[in-house]
């Protein structure tokens, strides 16, 4: 989706004109009840638990940058290929999601919404970060807020067998 220029987030202070290196996670645990019963609204949708929550997330980002253009930076894995898998290495790349998060409409059609941004986005994941942030055009539109908003990152534990 094109987007107009970025705002930035409202915080609780102004932000420093240099990174500081400081930060925070904040972790979301959701228990296994929950989880099973957001997998079943996601994929009533045709969505994956992955969606549902980005667009949530986007949803609450959104209100909080006071705008309902946003971009969200998503990590993803680089491994486009079944030949890939078993390949040792960091493959690694940050993918700018831009996410519209409408002022009406049903949550549904929200997940729909950014399932099909987020497709749109996964289409271009070879295409390096580095590279992506020295575009003019992309410059111009990201001075104030950056490159992205706020990084999502999903990780669904119950797909890990320990």
Do not use: C
């Not at 296994?32 to 609204?41: P, V």
């Not at 006071?66 to 894995?77: A, D, E, K």
């Not at 990084?151 to 534990?157: G, H």
Request: proline residues 6%.
């Amino acid at each position: 989706a094109a987007l107009g220029e970025l705002r930035p987030l409202r915080t609780d202070r102004p932000r420093s004109r240099g990174a500081s290196g400081t930060g925070a996670t904040d972790w979301l645990h959701v228990d296994r009840q929950r989880t099973e019963a957001l997998r079943a609204i996601a994929s009533g949708w045709d969505a994956t638990l992955n969606m549902l929550m980005l667009a949530l997330f986007a949803t609450v980002t959104a209100e909080r940058a006071g705008h309902p253009q946003i971009v969200l930076g998503m990590p993803v894995r680089g491994r486009t290929q079944a030949g890939l898998e078993p390949v040792a290495g960091f493959f690694n790349n940050l993918l700018p999601v831009p996410v519209r998060v409408p002022a009406d409409g049903t949550v549904e059609q929200l997940v729909a919404t950014v399932k099909a941004e987020l497709m749109e986005a996964l289409s271009h994941q070879e295409l390096p970060f580095e590279r992506i942030a020295v575009e003019p055009e992309v410059l111009a539109k990201t001075q104030s807020a950056g490159l992205y908003q706020a990084l999502f990152s999903w990780q669904d534990l119950s797909l890990i067998h320990i």
